[in-house]
């Protein structure tokens, strides 16, 4: 079979940095080892829908990736188009938004099938199928509509407990000089599937998509996944992020392998990821320093207990202190990662806020605002108690977005949204000051400024715009 997978990324801007689909490139290898011949197309930097026409005209099945609510939008453009071009071609929808809602998906876009969960068999044998003319009704993870019209969603297949049978991304088919060149600064990797966490900001879209639980690769088969990149891009420096949810939940022994594996490979890596403030002990931290780690985002979200348990988060802000001290220890910058303008909040909790920050030094600073996002338990809380003000606008459900434009989706009973965005102000001015005041952080904008002097002035003046209360340059406020 001839396929073509498809990043509907059409005239979209990343309000949260340019990064490439490791998950739908793992379906290109999927389909590849299955036999099937595959084309992936990437909209990202088209200037035209109709760039890429030639490359699916020939195509028996086109699928397209939808990854977030926010994006529904593109993926329905996208495909439209394409099913002009080809319009024989069985289309077939999948990821992250069609695996949480794949009746909404099936309603909303003219796709013929829709995959929910994790895809690498599924799809291959969805392909298979198709192409030897065999009758696809039972196929486990599909869903779609029946000769009535009705929508059927078969039941899914066991999740694999053993990931490291997945195949790497097909990272041969991305024009990663563009992505390069346009913003990007890291490759994406994943060294694990799933969250054992309740955080009720993520639940239960994660467990939708990933089957529950957590399952992890081991670091021979990320060491093989690193040395397989670094030969693509023909060095053995690599700058990389790790997407997982919590990295960390590997222990310090798999940290251990791992950073001796990279030396027994000769890779250099400058490594950075996000994760919880209680997965993290002095000994890890020490461990992958040594491996490559330089940057920690961390989820501290509030230095308010109350807050922090309305989200049934796990932590605490004293958690947040030890993990930012033993950061700065081994030389990790740590990043406060935020979330302001929870219903629940008050004044006293963003002051609480506020003082978590002073006590943390933090290396960097990202405020984001509280969004409902559909699939997760905070949207259906917001809505049921009336605190939902825009359940329509898709673009609401992007909290990165809601940062740059200062606007949000959920009314606030004890503040304003004004007085939301004053401490969204007021932390940007600590940020600032902290990368000015800062020693290592001078130090580093410096070597910065040596060996890539575009991305020194970049940073630079998000700083100097930091002190006027906004990072990112103002934007129109839309509702």
Not at 403 to 424: C, G, Q, S, T, Y
Request: proline share 4%; aromatic share 10%; net charge negative.
């Amino acid at each position: 079979m001839k396929a073509a997978l498809v990043y509907p990324r059409w005239d979209w801007v990343e309000y949260n940095g340019l990064a490439e689909p490791v998950g739908l490139l793992q379906l290109v290898s999927a389909l590849r080892e299955g036999g099937h011949k595959v084309t992936y197309l990437d909209y990202s930097f088209c200037e035209s829908l109709d760039e890429l026409d030639d490359q699916v005209k020939d195509s028996d099945m086109i699928g397209v990736a939808v990854s977030a609510a926010a994006k529904l939008s593109r993926a329905e453009i996208v495909t439209t188009h394409l099913r002009k071009v080809n319009p024989g071609a069985v289309f077939l929808g999948g990821g992250a938004y069609p695996s949480i809602f794949p009746e909404h998906t099936l309603n909303a876009i003219s796709f013929d099938y829709v995959l929910v969960g994790e895809a690498e068999e599924s799809i291959v044998e969805l392909a298979s199928a198709i192409d030897a003319g065999k009758d696809t009704s039972s196929i486990s993870n599909l869903a779609f509509r029946n000769t009535n019209g009705d929508i059927v969603i078969n039941p899914r297949r066991h999740v694999p407990s053993d990931i490291d049978v997945l195949p790497f991304p097909a990272r041969d088919v991305v024009d990663y000089d563009a992505y390069l060149q346009n913003g990007m600064h890291e490759f994406g990797v994943i060294t694990s599937r799933g969250c054992p966490y309740n955080c009720m900001y993520c639940k239960p879209s994660t467990d939708r998509i990933f089957g529950g639980g957590i399952r992890f690769r081991t670091a021979e088969n990320v060491v093989e996944e690193l040395a397989e990149l670094a030969r693509l891009r023909n060095t053995d420096n690599l700058p990389v992020f790790f997407k997982d949810d919590t990295i960390t939940l590997h222990p310090t022994e798999w940290f251990e392998a791992f950073r001796d594996g990279l030396k027994r490979r000769n890779l250099k890596l400058k490594w950075h990821c996000a994760t919880r403030v209680d997965t993290v002990s002095r000994s890890k931290l020490k461990v992958m320093a040594e491996s490559g780690c330089h940057c920690i985002s961390y989820g501290v979200e509030s230095g308010s207990q109350r807050i922090l348990d309305f989200y049934r988060k796990g932590t605490t802000p004293e958690q947040a202190v030890s993990a930012f001290e033993w950061s700065h220890e081994f030389g990790i910058e740590a990043t406060a990662m935020l979330m302001i303008g929870c219903p629940m909040e008050t004044e006293r909790d963003l002051e609480a806020t506020y003082s978590l920050l002073r006590k943390l030094k933090p290396d960097d600073i990202v405020v984001y605002f509280s969004t409902a996002i559909p699939g997760r338990e905070i949207h259906d809380w917001a809505k049921r108690e009336g605190y939902l003000t825009d359940d329509i606008n898709a673009e609401l459900f992007d909290p990165a977005r809601n940062r740059a434009f200062e606007v949000m989706n959920m009314r606030l009973p004890f503040m304003d949204v004004d007085d939301v965005i004053h401490w969204k102000h007021k932390i940007e001015r600590y940020r600032s000051w902290r990368k000015v005041t800062s020693i290592d952080n001078i130090r580093k904008w410096i070597g910065d400024l040596m060996h890539d002097p575009a991305s020194a002035t970049r940073k630079a003046g998000l700083v100097l715009r930091g002190f006027s209360g906004r990072r990112s340059k103002p934007c129109k406020r839309t509702e």
